[in-house]
């Protein structure tokens, strides 16, 4: 069973806007930290935003000012707004949520969707 569903993705043109969402399901809802992770084809995952139990965000340097993670007030949806999208923001968008580590600052991840394939045209 997914314990996280995303969707979303889909085909943009470039420096257009698209929100992805992340459901979680009953057995993610314990979880207080969450991810946006990106991967393509030939290539390892790589997290491109991050949110911790206190609400800080992190994101990876090509991405942060256009795109903004963030969770409904339920904290059972996780969002990834992207705006200005590029052809190398294309690519395979996992959601992921799992256990905030203090003293590695860190979230160990334990849940992961299916992914949503997002592709930006020229």
């Known amino acids: 069973p997914q314990q996280l569903t995303e969707s979303g993705g889909g085909s943009v043109q470039t420096g257009g806007s698209v929100r992805l969402s992340c459901v979680a399901s009953e057995s993610a809802s314990d979880s207080n930290c969450g991810a946006w992770f990106r991967q393509v084809a030939g290539k390892e995952r790589e997290v491109l935003a991050a949110i911790e139990p206190d609400g800080r965000t992190k994101y990876e340097k090509t991405v942060k000012g256009r795109f903004t993670i963030s969770e409904d007030d339920a904290k059972k949806t996780l969002f990834l707004q992207m705006k200005d999208l590029q052809p190398e923001d294309a690519g395979m968008y996992y959601c992921?949520?799992?256990?905030?580590?203090?003293?590695?600052?860190?979230?160990?991840?334990?849940?992961w969707g299916q992914g949503t394939q997002v592709t930006v045209s020229s």
């Open positions: 992921t949520t799992g256990n905030y580590l203090r003293s590695a600052s860190s979230c160990q991840y334990k849940n």
